[in-house]
């Protein structure tokens, strides 16, 4: 079992940065390929990005490359997502999740976290 609790997130200008923190709890956390979505008001829930359980490899969505970064300190049970040059698309409720089911773009992870909401005004 995961226990999955995401902070960091607030009302930011156009181009600021935020950080988001995902504490887990659980043994199997530093384990896990940990995962990062987003959920805008009337949208589906979309991949942003994932890092595999040392960190050795990260995927991103698209519409995120180059300006979001993910990381992880397993000694802390933290993952991290870093966001710069932040737009008003960025807004949405930003969720973490742990132990993809089947890929890591699909929203099929074991756990979640309750979200953390990101308003990026204009």
């Known amino acids: 079992q995961v226990q999955l609790v995401e902070s960091g997130g607030r009302l930011v200008q156009t181009g600021g940065s935020l950080r988001l923190s995902c504490v887990g709890s659980?043994?199997?956390?530093?384990?896990?390929?940990m995962g990062w979505f987003r959920q805008a008001p009337g949208k589906e829930r979309e991949f942003v990005a994932a890092i595999t359980w040392n960190g050795g490899n990260t995927w991103y969505a698209d519409s995120v490359k180059g300006r979001f970064t993910i990381s992880r300190d397993n000694a802390k049970n933290t993952v991290f997502l870093q966001m710069n040059s932040l737009k008003p698309e960025d807004t949405a409720v930003y969720y973490c999740?742990?132990?993809?089911?089947?890929?890591?773009?699909?929203?099929?992870?074991?756990?979640w976290g309750q979200g953390t909401q990101v308003t990026v005004s204009s």
């Open positions: 999740a742990a132990d993809p089911r089947y890929n890591i773009y699909s929203t099929q992870y074991s756990y």
């Open positions: 659980g043994r199997t956390f530093s384990g896990s390929t």
